[in-house]
């Protein structure tokens, strides 16, 4: 019984224990989800609301990036 529970101490000890050594942080995430972007683009639009729902300013931008070094913005 006992070298039962060992062994399966052990086995569950070494199945978790890359689970251990692999950082997913979120700058982790976000690089290995990049990696696989070549280009980029987006178009915002923001607008800037009074309390009373009137509309204080307007502004839209379009944004393109591309590897290794292209950056393209236009407002």
Known sequence: MLSHRLTLTVSLTL???????TEDTPQAQL???LRRVNTMSATVQQLIVESDGAV????SIQMHVMK????????
Request: negative net charge; contains cysteine.
């Open 56 to 59: 204080l300013e307007e502004s």
């Open 31 to 33: 690089s290995n989800l």
């Open 15 to 21: 199945c978790y224990t890359p689970l251990a050594w």
């Open 68 to 75: 290794p070094d292209g950056f393209y913005w236009e407002t």
